[in-house]
């Protein structure tokens, strides 16, 4: 089992069948609501996760054009820097890094997560969706 494939089981989130549950996978191991809202987010930025007293923002940008897989893969990316700030007490504090590159070690592994998370979305939610539409048959 790759070191990512495991890192996504012991989060609890390869049984994720979607996004949005994996939203709440992420809340529930929080113990804080998640909340994914659009909103303006400056030139280059695509998404980002604040943490607020009522909880988890996760802002994805309504200024850019964005297909749904990529604002899924957007989400699935802040769900991890939430999950890593569960896991690690020495992560930065939660709120705006403006990091955008991926030679930052942070954002190289939560990119390599969130892409591992929508594979595994992909996988299991997939098959769970082709399973429902074929009821409809019976």
Do not use: F
């Amino acid at each position: 089992m790759s070191d990512h494939r495991a890192w996504l089981t012991s989060a609890g989130l390869d049984r994720a069948r979607s996004i949005d549950e994996a939203r709440g996978i992420v809340a529930t191991r929080r113990g804080r609501p998640v909340d994914v809202v659009d909103g303006p987010l400056g030139e280059g930025v695509s998404g980002m996760w604040l943490s607020m007293p009522d909880g988890e923002k996760v802002i994805v940008s309504s200024e850019a054009a964005l297909s749904p897989r990529h604002r899924q893969h957007i989400i699935a990316h802040e769900l991890v820097h939430i999950l890593d700030a569960c896991d690690d007490p020495t992560a930065p504090p939660p709120g705006p890094q403006r990091r955008n590159r991926y030679e930052d070690p942070v954002e190289h592994r939560a990119e390599s997560l969130a892409s591992e998370l929508m594979m595994s979305i992909e996988a299991t939610g997939g098959v769970a969706h082709r399973l429902a539409g074929m009821e409809r048959y019976r």
